[in-house]
């Protein structure tokens, strides 16, 4: 492990102002997203841009998991664990802020209850990413991988929040397309 590349955890006032910024953000969105008609060119274009988004961030997303899974195996160390996840934090959040944006295009219907629970699912997904940085962060400071119990346990629970969310979200899309 690379003790130089991982910073330690923020403080919680740090990560109180993340979430903060990630819910004003998910709510400008929104907003913006009620006001703005996108024409069929522009719209055909945020489809395509909001596919490539998904593939890039739940593809990372699922990378990161599936490391996880290899360290729960005993095939990776947890040193081997985070050093392999570290870089794809920054493709998680870059396809994640690129649905965001082509969404917003994609002219969704705050109206309907399917796209709500997409658009929640989307702020409990961003809001998620941002504590798994910060445990991602407390593992690497660990010397000891049995001294962190409660946070590995905390890691499943984060891992577990962020597939639902994900594909929550893209099945709902799913549905939505198909109306």
């Not at 990378?63 to 870089?87: A, K, M, N, S």
Request: glycine share 14%; aromatic share 6%; net charge positive.
């Amino acid at each position: 492990m690379n003790p130089k590349r991982i910073r330690g955890p923020v403080s919680g006032w740090a990560l109180g102002a993340a979430d903060a910024l990630i819910c004003l953000g998910w709510g400008a969105s929104v907003w913006v997203a009620s006001r703005i008609e996108a024409g069929a060119t522009l719209r055909t274009a945020a489809l395509f841009a909001h596919l490539g988004a998904l593939v890039l961030g739940m593809g990372a997303v699922l990378t990161i998991d599936y490391y996880g899974v290899l360290w729960l195996l005993g095939r990776r160390t947890l040193g081997q664990l985070l050093d392999f996840t570290e870089p794809l934090h920054t493709p998680v959040w870059a396809g994640l802020a690129g649905l965001v944006v082509s969404g917003v295009l994609l002219h969704p219907d705050p109206a309907d209850p399917l796209t709500r629970v997409k658009l929640a699912l989307v702020l409990v997904v961003a809001l998620n990413g941002v504590h798994a940085r910060d445990l991602h962060r407390r593992l690497a400071g660990r010397s000891e991988p049995g001294s962190a119990r409660g946070l590995l346990m905390c890691g499943g629970i984060l891992a577990a929040v962020s597939q639902l969310g994900w594909w929550g979200a893209l099945a709902i899309g799913f549905i939505n397309n198909q109306s």
